[in-house]
């Protein structure tokens, strides 16, 4: 997340990128190895992760309800990511601002999803 633009407060009481339906398991976040290795072993944070091939592996489902969510391991519901910059994967470094492959060529995104998004300049 760009946290110059988007208030730790209002993510804290949104959410809705560190959650994840079950349909949505496939984007959860890809973290650099040797965070992997320093996050899956008792760690400053007092959190660890699980992993596999470097994508944190998120569960513990507690309905049917395709909308059910759940959250991020490194989720603290009332302050956000519990994560130091150096240690939060690029993808949520750089949210809501996507970097997608649009014909062959890298092209950088802003995600309509992210409610914040829709309070930009010029958005209607
Ligand atoms: S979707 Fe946007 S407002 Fe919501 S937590 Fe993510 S960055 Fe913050
Ligand atoms: S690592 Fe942090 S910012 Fe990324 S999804 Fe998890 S809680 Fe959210």
């Known amino acids: ?8 407060q209002s993510c804290a009481s949104c959410k809705f990128c560190c959650s994840f339906r079950r349909q949505s398991l496939w984007e959860t976040q ?4 040797e965070v992997v290795e320093k996050l899956s072993h008792p760690n400053e944070y007092g959190v660890m ?9 998120l ?3 507690r309905t049917d309800d395709t909308e059910e969510e759940v959250p991020c391991t490194f989720l603290n519901p009332h ?3 519990i994560l130091k910059a150096e240690d939060k ?4 470094s750089i949210w809501p ?3 997608m492959d649009k014909d062959g060529e890298l092209v950088i995104a802003l995600t309509p999803t992210c409610p914040l998004s829709a309070q930009r300049p010029g958005a209607s």
Request: with cysteine; glycine share 12%.
């Open 1 to 8: 997340m760009l946290s110059s633009i988007l208030s730790k």
């Open 59 to 61: 569960g513990g489902y």
């Open 30 to 33: 890809l973290f650099p190895p």
């Open 79 to 81: 302050k956000g990511c």
């Open 89 to 92: 994967p690029f993808d949520c």
């Open 49 to 57: 992760g699980e992993f596999r091939d470097c994508q944190i592996v």
């Open 97 to 99: 601002l996507r970097i």
